[in-house]
């Protein structure tokens, strides 16, 4: 069964900080890996989708890796701003019936 | 452009009633997905439609049905509600199985 991990749980910066944000999964037959913001009180918001056969992908400030042998995928966020505060989520897509096991997810704070 | 919208946002419950959370999608989509949000258990998939004509259950259906009504709409019924499912519902669609994935903004639903 696919475990999805996230750390940190929670993470707090000043803002212009670069950051990492880093999710785990224990089955490396994956389809895909999406990375996701949650605003309070919101739904998921689609950041970045990196296929298996990929090494990374970038939009905007946004950058994400996958290294399938080693079970890990990276968020980097460069120069944080307060409107980056948000739950990060990240969910690794596999199995018969390519079903998203998500994490916990990382609560972001950016402090002015 | 709306992408994938549930009614109601909010909903109490009595114990013991029923209600029907309703999705819909203007993508285009096959496949569509109902999930829960728990604090401290993430999101878990309820039920799942590949393409129109299709359901499966995911990880925790009990207590749930669903309808996949026609491409666009697909609704998750709770026959008689208890209140271990309050919680918050996620609807969500995508092109095909392990394609990006795009959520509603949630229906917070509580039972007493």
């Known amino acids: 069964k696919q475990e999805v991990t996230q750390i940190p749980a929670a993470l707090s910066v000043p803002e212009g900080e670069n950051l990492v944000l880093n999710c785990s999964f224990t089955d490396s037959a994956i389809y895909n890996l999406q990375w996701f913001r949650q605003d309070p009180g919101k739904g998921l918001t689609s950041l970045l989708l990196i296929q298996s056969s990929q090494r990374e992908q970038t939009s905007g400030r946004l950058n994400a890796s996958l290294d399938k042998s080693s079970g890990r995928s990276t968020l980097y966020i460069a120069a944080s701003q307060p409107g980056d505060s948000a739950t990060y989520l990240c969910a690794a897509s596999g199995g018969s019936n390519y079903k998203l096991t998500f994490g916990k997810g990382t609560l972001l704070t950016v402090n002015p | 452009n709306a992408g994938v919208t549930q009614t109601p946002k909010f909903q109490v419950l009595k114990t013991g009633q029923s209600m029907t959370l309703q999705c819909a999608q203007d993508m285009n989509h096959n496949s569509m997905y109902w999930y829960r949000q728990d604090p401290g258990m993430g999101l878990r998939l309820i039920y799942y439609?590949?393409?129109?004509?299709?359901?499966d259950k995911g990880e925790v259906p009990n207590g749930y049905n669903v309808s996949r009504l026609n491409k666009r709409e697909f609704s998750l019924r709770l026959e008689s509600a208890a209140p271990s499912q309050t919680s918050v519902y996620f609807c969500a669609s995508s092109e095909g199985y392990g394609t990006e994935a795009f959520f509603g903004q949630g229906t917070r639903l509580t039972v007493v």
């Open positions: 439609s590949a393409s129109e004509g299709t359901t």
